[in-house]
């Protein structure tokens, strides 16, 4: 080994400590910096932005104006690949395999490709391909397995066109494992050339260009991976032992590289930098320095994470520009989408992020068609930044509803409603009306409390960094006149 890996340990806590969700944990280092007060808490601020300006970011291509990628008339949902290997140590290389894929494919604009959030239902499912085509809208269904003994590797391929039921190509893979990146770019070849879809010289060149030719440290990242999307305290440690062994092995590994990047930005904004070995002054720096080493082979996963540094860092135009950088990179990529939403929101835009909303929701989505709930709140608050209350009180109740551990939208909901009651007020004919709109009003910031009892305007306008001062307004001044504090109470 070149160098040693360091290895941190899950530090204990008692179980009243640990987290109800990573949303929580998002906001406690807001009350570290209330407690000295504004001028502490701006001073947080500015040192924030300055921590991510001095990033060598280079001269960012400008795209000029962006819409998002039109619905194609041709569609397709990649279902995991079945892992017929006898060791069970496999199923990260074997996901890694199918989320390349997916990755790949997702890069095509001739091509609609579902995320992985439509289609991890149908896993181990053995659903006819017919019922997921019909279940999701889509034309093509590509299925596989793969199997990993000892050094040999298979990969069986089926793409299947749902509109004539039939098979359209099928292909078998085989080869030694060191060979797996040559197999890859075979297989996807093969099935670009099945679909017969267009195909740009940029495009088959982003295909076709792997991140590293080093097994083993494709391995690792794909362990690191599969910790970090766990998004708990004790998988951020995980995580970052297997990214580090990923660079060790291979220095210009630019996704792993965003993926260290990734532990420290979680770390830091959900208030977990004690379990990576860090604290709230280091963590950043450390997101600064992988992120800064993944803009060099950036890849959409880079790009995002970029976006959103720039969008809490207030540097709005540096994050619509990596966000259309993303965006251009993997045009099916449907957290690229939301990201240009939010950076279209908070930077001043927000009815601009419908069609991008609208454009993320149409590659990720059930089979009830139904967004997830994360896109829901994201499209509520595109709605609340116009003033549209009553659309966005009712995506709000829905994103709650869905995923009521998630507590982030009580709080927009709790303003929209006031703002109605407001309105109402100036008739006397809507008076009870209004009064149920102050009662669910106060009711929402009752829940928002009880996910973050330390709740406060001080806070609150620093998490929710919106550029404009007349829409933090929108949310700040209802969240005052129904009783928040200014500061941390105590």
């Known amino acids: 080994m070149d160098e040693p890996v360091e290895v941190f340990r899950a530090l204990p806590g008692r179980p009243d400590d640990r987290p109800r969700s990573p949303w929580f944990h998002r906001m406690r280092w807001l009350p570290r910096a209330a407690i000295v007060g504004p001028a502490v808490a701006a001073a947080v601020v500015a040192a924030w932005v300055y921590m991510y300006r001095e990033t060598d970011k280079g001269q960012l291509p400008k795209l000029g104006a962006m819409a998002p990628p039109l619905p194609q008339e041709d569609s397709i949902a990649v279902i995991p690949f079945v892992d017929l290997s006898s060791n069970s140590e496999s199923k990260p290389f074997v996901d890694g395999i199918f989320d390349d894929l997916l990755t790949d494919l997702s890069k095509l604009r001739s091509l609609n490709v579902l995320a992985k959030n439509s289609v991890d239902v149908y896993k181990a499912q053995k659903t006819p391909p017919a019922t997921i085509a019909a279940d999701l809208s889509v034309r093509y269904i590509l299925e596989g397995s793969v199997r990993r003994a000892d050094n040999n590797l298979r990969i069986n391929v089926r793409l299947v066109d749902s509109r004539g039921q039939q098979n359209v190509w099928a292909q078998s893979y085989t080869g030694p494992v060191e060979a797996m990146f040559d197999v890859q770019d075979n297989m996807v070849e093969d099935i670009v050339n099945s679909l017969a879809v267009k195909v740009s010289e940029q495009e088959r060149v982003r295909i076709l260009s792997r991140e590293t030719t080093s097994v083993d440290a494709y391995d690792a990242f794909r362990k690191g991976q599969a910790a970090l999307l766990e998004k708990t305290p004790e998988s951020l440690p995980a995580a970052l032992v297997e990214f580090r062994k990923a660079v060790a092995i291979d220095p210009d590994y630019s996704q792993a590289h965003a993926g260290i990047g990734q532990v420290f930005w979680n770390a830091w904004v959900w208030g977990w930098e004690s ?179 330390e709740a406060n305007i001080q806070d609150v306008i620093i998490y929710w960094p919106f550029r404009q001062k007349a829409v933090e307004n929108l949310l700040v001044e209802p969240l005052r006149a129904l009783g928040m504090p200014e500061t941390e109470p105590g």
Not at 303 to 321: K, P, T
Not at 383 to 411: M, S, T, V
Request: hydrophobic share 40%.
């Open 275 to 453: 379990y990576v070995g860090e604290t709230w002054e280091t963590a950043p720096g450390k997101t600064k320095e992988h992120l800064k080493k993944a803009l060099e082979r950036p890849t959409a996963s880079a790009y995002q994470l970029a976006s959103d540094v720039d969008i809490y860092a207030r540097n709005f135009d540096d994050s619509l520009e990596f966000a259309r950088l993303a965006v251009d990179f993997a045009p099916n990529d449907p957290s690229s989408h939301v990201v240009m939403a939010e950076a279209l929101i908070y930077g001043g835009s927000p009815a601009e992020a419908i069609p991008w909303l609208d454009a993320a929701d149409n590659l990720d989505r059930n089979a009830a068609k139904e967004p997830p709930p994360y896109n829901v709140w994201v499209r509520g608050m595109a709605y609340f930044g116009q003033q549209k209350f009553e659309e966005a009180i009712a995506l709000f109740d829905d994103a709650l509803q869905r995923n009521p551990e998630d507590f982030g939208p009580a709080a927009p909901l709790a303003a929209a409603h006031w703002h109605l009651a407001e309105r109402l007020k100036q008739d006397s004919a809507s008076a009870a009306l209004a009064k149920e709109h102050e009662a669910k009003a106060e009711a929402a910031l009752k829940q928002y409390y009880e996910g973050w009892p």
